[in-house]
């Protein structure tokens, strides 16, 4: 049985399948309608969550399975005291699949470890959220057609930012993607990520604080909440999160093929002004996390649809 913690836990050439897996969804949506029938997808949620709670059942749901699950920790019995590992037994019992979202970093991998279904990482604490990272890159393939020779620019809070990291990790096995990482100083990326994952590969990368000063070297700019929750005190908070604000004027720096992606939520990070700018590509962003989340369950799940 698979679980998924890391979007490392899948090897570039399995990621591949899966992404045309989740090709093959987005052009032929009904051949997948009755795939999962009679499965259940359990979706145990931690911690607050729109798009990715709701991308897990619609995913279900357009396989023809059902959900169950919580959507807040006060909402279960971890109000009550439950650990994570008592609650996966049982709910292993309710349930084929699960997904699991919670504030504290490992808290998935330890349900995974003691957990009879596939349990999957829907975000833990700072640390990674691989089905965010299998949904930027089924976006990168499919509106640059391609996952190397790319510069990608990451802005925002690259300290908290959960997706970046796991982004980052999975971007470093392809050829060629240069890494410009664009932050005010306290939200740097961790320096686990540059040691462990970029220099040890020899990867080229870019430390800036202005993000006009690179905006024309990019394919792909990666906007990114300032994590409130993660900060230990609001005054820094309030002081950091309208850093950047991306707005038309900034947009005229770039290249006319280079995308805007962001995770979602924005806060004030992206004027609304830029939604309309075709190179703004984070909505369409969502549409392709319900693709790939469909190629996940059916991967998991080891369905075969011919
Ligand atoms: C992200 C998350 O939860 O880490 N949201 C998401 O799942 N799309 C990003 C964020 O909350 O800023």
New binding site residues.
């Given amino acids: 049985m698979r679980h998924l913690m890391s979007p490392l836990d899948f090897s570039v050439e399995e990621l591949d399948q899966l992404l045309d897996l989740a090709v093959d969804i987005e052009n032929h949506p009904e051949k997948y309608a009755h795939a999962c029938d009679g499965k259940k997808l359990a979706t145990l949620f931690y ?1 607050p ?4 709670r709701l991308s897990f059942e619609a995913a279900m749901i357009n396989l023809g399975g059902s959900v169950l699950g919580f959507s807040s920790a006060a909402s279960s019995s971890a109000a009550k005291g439950e650990s994570v590992s008592d609650t996966i037994r049982m709910i292993s019992c309710y349930a084929d699949i699960c997904a699991m ?1 919670h504030h504290k970093e490992g808290a998935p991998m330890v349900a995974s470890t003691v957990s009879s279904i596939p349990v999957i990482n ?2 833990d604490g700072g640390h990674q ?1 691989p ?2 990272t299998l ?1 930027d890159l089924l976006t990168i393939r499919s509106l640059k057609g391609r996952l190397g020779n790319l510069t990608i620019g990451l802005c925002g ?1 690259l300290k908290f ?3 970046v990291h796991s982004l980052v990790k999975a971007l470093a096995r392809y050829e060629g993607v240069k890494f410009v990482f664009i932050s005010p100083e306290e939200l740097r990326i961790p320096s686990y990520i540059k040691e462990d994952v970029l220099e040890v590969n020899h990867l080229p990368y870019q430390e800036v604080e202005r993000l006009e000063d690179v905006m024309g070297d990019l394919d792909i700019l990666y906007m ?2 300032v ?1 409130r929750e993660r900060f230990f005190n609001e005054e820094d908070y309030i002081r950091l999160k309208d850093f950047y604000i991306l707005d038309r004027k900034k947009m005229e720096l770039a290249k006319d093929d280079m995308i805007v992606m962001h ?3 924005r806060v004030n990070e992206i004027s609304v002004e830029v939604d309309k700018d075709p190179r703004a590509a984070y909505f369409r962003q969502v549409q392709y ?1 319900v693709y790939v989340r469909m190629a996940l369950i059916l991967t998991l799940l080891e369905v075969k649809v011919c």
């Fill in positions: 911690e969550s729109t798009r990715t979202r829907a975000g959220h089905t965010q949904t809070d930012g959960r997706t990114t909440r994590q995770p979602l939520p996390g």
